[in-house]
């Protein structure tokens, strides 16, 4: 995607990279929509450091980060005791998204058989590909959602643009580019489409009004910021003609775990017969889970999250300020899960499938055994 006028993705390996080996880029998109500022990983531990402060998030980016987090630990060595090391260092970062222990497995698999020095060049190939891989996928999932828009637009008559609601931030940020839950979004925009779209605030940290809100605006996408609450009033009042977000882990039966509130607007949509759509790429399924709300650990977060907000003042400057009383205890669990009946559909890059098992597996038929 373009950020004024320059073609970006979410990561990229550094300019002065030798023979496909060297540093990683970024954008630090905890600096966004105040600042555009990219930042540099030489090491492990920085790739780390930058999924766990959310330097980069959102599950496809996770994962494409940590792929190329283990490059940068087997550049400095390759040796087997720290692929592992590494290996265990990344999978502790952030426990909810499945691509990240997707991604990492997937290296171990390639890099536990190869001799130490021809690691570093295979993992960097790897980590290239999974990013490709991702853009491809999401470009897929754009054009399969874009048929549900352009549906949704002929049945209004064409007469007013088509209402999206999202939440969080399931953009280009949030993936390698395109999107997941965005990427349908841009195409419909692209193939003059009329659409608007409601972006919920997502608090606590804010994706959707930081993030969302951003990408939209960059894209010269129609949209308006709401609070958190307002979804079920607009649905309510007819004002929503879809539903689509992303998800950081999906089960085997179609239950969807994705940032915290999403349930709330599954609820609402399902009370209002809002069509509700989850977009996934295929390393967002958890083949190995069918019960999300049992199965799937849910990242709990620091509550300084919850009980401070950042923003822009007049004269410029990014503060953070305090909401709550100094003494009151604060919870901050970051994701939630969405049962598979209240989904209307997924929208994949094999096409848009039923959110249960035999949905899934047919679109993914070599899973059959697992
Ligand atoms: O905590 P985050 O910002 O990493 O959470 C991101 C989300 O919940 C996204 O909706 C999800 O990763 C899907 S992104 C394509």
Same mark, same amino acid.
């Given at each position: 995607m373009k950020v004024g006028g320059r073609a970006y993705r979410s990561i990229w390996l *550094?300019? /002065? #990279?030798? /023979?496909g080996i060297g540093a990683v880029e970024i954008i630090d998109q905890t600096r966004l929509p105040h600042g555009f500022v990219t930042r540099r990983l030489e090491t492990l531990e920085e790739a780390a450091t930058a999924i766990r402060e959310m330097w980069v998030r959102g599950a496809p980016l996770i994962g494409a980060t940590a792929a190329y987090g283990l490059a940068l630990a087997l550049r400095a060595d390759p040796s087997d005791a720290n692929l592992e090391r590494a290996a265990e260092v990344l999978i502790a970062t952030r426990p909810t998204a499945v691509n990240l222990r997707w991604a990492v497995e997937d290296l171990l698999a390639r890099l536990r058989p190869a001799a130490a020095? #021809?690691? #570093?060049g295979l993992a960097y190939a790897r980590a290239a590909e999974i990013c490709d891989q991702d853009v491809a996928i999401n470009r897929s999932i754009g054009g399969h959602g874009l048929g549900l828009i352009r549906a949704a637009w002929e049945d209004g008559g064409r007469a007013r643009p088509v209402n999206l609601l999202t939440h969080c931030n399931a953009g280009w940020l949030a993936t390698v580019d395109w999107g997941t839950a965005l990427s349908p979004i841009f195409q419909a925009h692209d193939a003059g489409i @009329? +659409?608007? +779209?409601w972006v919920d605030e997502t608090r606590p940290r804010n994706q959707g009004a930081s993030l969302t809100a951003w990408e939209l605006g960059q894209h010269g996408v129609a949209h308006t910021v709401i609070v958190d609450n307002a979804g079920g009033h607009l649905m309510q009042h007819g004002r929503v003609d879809l539903c689509i977000t992303g998800t950081d882990r999906t089960t085997a039966a179609g239950d969807v775990c994705n940032k915290i509130g999403t349930y709330l607007k599954a609820l609402a949509a399902? /009370?209002?017969d809002v069509p509700f759509y989850v977009a996934l790429p295929g390393p967002t399924i958890d083949w190995s889970i069918e019960d999300g709300l049992a199965?799937? @650990?849910i990242e709990e977060r620091p509550g *300084?999250? +919850?009980a401070e907000i950042a923003g822009v003042t007049a004269a410029g400057a990014v503060t953070r300020v305090r909401l709550i009383p100094e003494a009151s205890p604060v919870a901050n669990p970051a994701f939630d899960v969405t049962p598979a009946r209240l989904v209307t559909g997924l929208i994949t890059e094999r096409g848009i499938c039923p959110a249960s098992r035999e949905g899934l597996r047919a679109l993914y038929p070599e899973r059959h055994n697992q």
């Open positions: *550094a300019e /002065d #990279a030798k /023979d020095g #021809a690691r #570093a @009329p +659409v608007h +779209v399902f /009370d209002n199965e799937i @650990p *300084a999250e +919850v």
